[in-house]
């Protein structure tokens, strides 16, 4: 069984660009997290999305945005990018049930310069 | 205060030393308690899951949580060089919110 996917692994981008990450959660989960982890700093906890709404957001501004689709996938767009947004960005993803679990993906590298 | 606080490290030890990892926490709602390893450059691996106080056994792990105290351990066997990575709690009130996380402790086992 395939475990969370997430796309692309590195991504380079220019200080006020924006940035889409994309990521596949595992067959059956309908609840997508996503994670900021800086350098130095521990998971930070930014947006939840389960079958499709936005459940929980946490202490980022409103540049961080993202959707979930019909199928579960989930995009997460950084918009007006800052260097200090330099960070691995980890996706996760759990049945959506209070007791679940929720695994990781591998992450996206994102390099602000 | 952070909500769920752990220190850092770097701990050290030798191959097949036993390693305890600790956390504390402050919210009682915390109810759900969760171990991850991280290796450099990947992705969080969960190790052990947890509901309220007790241990649990997987292999050469043991994870306890001691709710009265508001604390929650990791406890590796016979420790080995593969295990050398990032050790993070987490934890959550139960109502599928979001995890909250320690910010981890770098684990080195030297030959």
């Known amino acids: 069984e395939a475990g969370v996917t997430q796309s692309p692994t590195h991504l380079i981008k220019t200080r006020g660009q924006q940035a889409t990450l994309r990521c596949s959660p595992i067959?059956?989960?309908?609840?997508v997290y996503w994670y900021q982890q800086a350098l130095g700093l521990g998971l930070q906890f930014l947006l939840w999305?389960?079958?499709?709404?936005?459940?929980n957001r946490g202490n980022f501004p409103p540049r961080f945005s993202g959707r979930q689709f019909p199928n579960y996938s989930s995009e997460l767009n950084v918009n007006a990018l800052e260097l200090e947004d330099s960070a691995l960005y980890l996706c996760?993803?759990?049945?959506?049930?209070?007791?679940?679990?929720?695994?990781f993906g591998q992450g996206t590298r994102l390099t602000v310069v | 205060q952070k909500e769920v606080e752990q220190d850092p490290g770097p701990l050290s030890v030798p191959e097949g030393a036993i390693v305890s990892l600790n956390c504390t926490y402050s919210?009682?709602?915390?109810?759900?308690f969760m171990w991850y390893r991280q290796y450099s450059r990947k992705g969080p691996e969960l190790l052990m899951y947890?509901?309220?106080?007790g241990n649990k056994e997987d292999g050469r792990f043991t994870a306890q949580v001691d709710k009265s105290s508001k604390y929650i351990s990791l406890f590796i066997r016979d420790s080995q060089p593969s295990d050398s990575a990032t050790y993070l709690c987490?934890?959550?009130?139960?109502?599928?919110?979001?995890?909250?996380f320690g910010t981890g402790t770098r684990l080195q086992v030297t030959l």
């Open positions: 999305y389960d079958e499709g709404e936005e459940r």
């Open positions: 919210n009682s709602a915390f109810q759900y």
């Open positions: 947890t509901y309220s106080s």
């Open positions: 067959s059956g989960h309908t609840s």
């Open positions: 996760a993803s759990s049945l959506g049930s209070a007791k679940a679990e929720a695994f």
């Open positions: 987490a934890t959550h009130t139960g109502t599928a919110s979001k995890l909250t």
